[in-house]
């Protein structure tokens, strides 16, 4: 019988496109989600994409009763994909207690309820800013974590502690840490996507609404980096390749033998962007020009990271294959699709 997966922040941005991977290897979905930073239309998209309508819960994970419910609601869960939790690293020097109440309590919430619920394995969504500003470039897993630079990177590296303190007590559980590098791009099918809030924060939205003329022009923090060309360098990695990682990931918890309870892995490319680089590649991959200039630094940028994600290729098989180019095409079909 299929597994059941249970994905909180199931209707969320990496959410939604590893809810579609999971349906089309098979998976039944529950997710439960607060959609206070998501549109529960987006379940309309996964349907379009699949021809299944994944199960929802509309309930905020901080609520130990809501989750009760869900649990007598939906019975025979196998594994927990743990997306729910605030992101935006600029609000969290703001406002850390909600950082670390939202995301910290859903943590463990979920850790309560699995071992009562015979829920086997949780995967949790990680991230490469527990290594702060890398000696090396690429950077693998046995890289040390570096003390984080806002509350939310904080709760990503308590997170990650949480769950080994959890399973070392002998708990019954199984658990995979990915470290996701820098997410871009939308479903091919442009019917999912990254919806963002307000002005973005991030590269991407910012550079597809500027191309859209939402925005006047994009600004690049710092040309005046050590890397070739003065910019920053991150590892771009496609949303459908990271959320591929995932399925492969509950696999080997769920049906694997020789698994170790607490497993961790990078998720990249290996190949380091430069912000000019990924504007470029958009350029050319869509032929729509991005007016962009010069600014300052911004606070608490990472100069240059990208993945050594050997330890992923090798172990779980897993390798991402989306070219920059033809992610960037899918990124601007979803923002023409989102309106200019
Ligand atoms: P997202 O905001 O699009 O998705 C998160 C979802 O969780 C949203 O739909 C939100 O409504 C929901 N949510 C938040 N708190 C909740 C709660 N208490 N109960 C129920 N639902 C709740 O973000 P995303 O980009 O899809 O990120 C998913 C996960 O991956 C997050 O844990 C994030 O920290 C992590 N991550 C993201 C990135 C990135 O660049 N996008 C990088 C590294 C790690
Ligand atoms: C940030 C967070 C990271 C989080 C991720 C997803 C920090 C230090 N890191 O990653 O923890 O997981 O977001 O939410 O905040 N840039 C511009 N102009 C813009 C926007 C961005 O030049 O308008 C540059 C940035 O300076 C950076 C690169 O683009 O060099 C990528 O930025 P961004 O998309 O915000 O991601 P990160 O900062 O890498």
Same mark, same amino acid.
């Given at each position: 019988m299929a597994h059941k997966i249970l994905v909180t922040g199931g209707t969320g941005y990496i959410g939604s496109h590893t809810t579609v991977e999971l349906i089309n290897a098979g998976y039944e979905v529950v997710i439960i989600d607060n959609l206070s930073n998501s549109n529960v239309k987006v379940l309309d998209g996964i349907e379009k994409i699949t021809g299944v309508r994944p199960a929802f819960v509309e309930g905020d994970c901080t609520d130990l009763a809501t989750l009760d419910r869900l649990f007598k609601e939906h019975p025979g869960i196998d594994g927990i994909i743990n997306f729910a939790a605030?992101?935006? /690293?600029?609000?969290? /020097?703001? @406002?850390? +207690?909600?950082?670390? @109440? %939202? %995301? &910290? /309590?859903? +943590?463990? %919430? +979920? &850790?309560?309820?699995?071992?009562? %619920?015979g829920v086997k394995g949780i995967v949790f969504s990680s991230s490469c800013t527990v290594y702060g500003e890398p000696d090396v470039n690429p950077i693998d897993e046995t890289a040390p974590i570096k003390e984080a630079t806002s509350p939310y990177g904080n709760t990503k590296q308590i997170s990650e502690e949480i769950i080994r303190d959890f399973v070392a007590s002998g708990a019954p559980v199984k658990s995979i840490l990915l470290r996701y590098f820098n997410p871009v791009g939308a479903h091919p099918s442009a019917e999912i996507g990254e919806l963002p809030n307000g002005v973005p924060n991030n590269l991407v939205p910012y550079l597809t609404q500027t191309a859209a003329g939402i925005r006047k022009e994009l600004t690049i923090f710092g040309d005046d980096y050590n890397t070739p060309d003065g910019t920053c360098i991150r590892d771009f990695i496609d949303v459908t390749d990271l959320a591929k990682a995932h399925v492969i990931a509950m696999k080997r918890m769920l049906d694997g033998e020789d698994t170790r309870a607490v497993e961790v892995f990078n998720l990249g490319t290996g190949n380091g962007l430069s912000v000019l680089q990924l504007i470029n590649a958009f350029e050319h991959a869509t032929g729509v020009k991005v007016p962009h200039k010069i600014g300052a630094r911004r606070e608490g940028d990472i100069e240059k990271i990208w993945a050594d994600p050997k330890k992923a290729n090798e172990v779980l098989g897993w390798k991402a294959e989306m070219d920059i180019e033809d992610t960037m095409r899918n990124a601007w079909r979803w923002q023409c699709k989102l309106g200019k």
């Open positions: 605030s992101k935006a /690293v600029g609000e969290s /020097v703001q @406002r850390p +207690l909600l950082y670390y @109440r %939202n %995301n &910290l /309590v859903t +943590l463990i %919430n +979920l &850790l309560e309820e699995m071992p009562a %619920n």
